[in-house]
């Protein structure tokens, strides 16, 4: 049974660029690592879903049971997704023995970062068709996961020093 990582942190903190990161270091080790980006799996398994806190719990406990259903046949599966509450995170831990790594962000960096536009249209007013009213961190929740097993702040981290980071947190875990 591979480690089911959640990579949690608001949009922009890096955790697809990370898991991306890792995805090459697990190929140059021989290690077999499956991917679970949110923001591809909110296209297909989770289509359905929409923002609201229930669907947002409900998104992850769908990544999670994916996870674990495929964990037979790798070393590593990244959970690469916001999962804003606690209470998910928890859920995770708790049915799965996931792990939790956090990619912490200010969010003055996460705005001047804006890698996907988000933060812009968060903060159009409420009249703008374009607003962004639930964007997690600026207009909706995102609770700070001080529990977790690996805390990664990307303000002053480089991208090199959190797969530095990562990777030797990952070669420390006890084969399950």
Sequence with gaps: MGHIIQFTGLSGAGKTTLSNSLLDWGNKH???IKLIDGDVYRQTLCKDLGFSKADRLENISRLGAFAWSVSKDYDFIFIAAIN??????DKLKLRYGALL?????DLNTLIRRDTKGLYRKAMLPDTHADKIHNLT???DTFDHAENANLILDTNTLSPVET???TTRFLLNL???
Excluded: F
């Design 84 to 89: 804003p509450y606690q209470e998910g995170r």
């Design 101 to 105: 790594i956090w990619l912490k962000c």
């Design 163 to 165: 797969v530095a980071l």
């Design 174 to 176: 006890k084969p399950h």
């Design 137 to 139: 961190g600026l207009n």
């Design 30 to 32: 021989n290690l077999k």
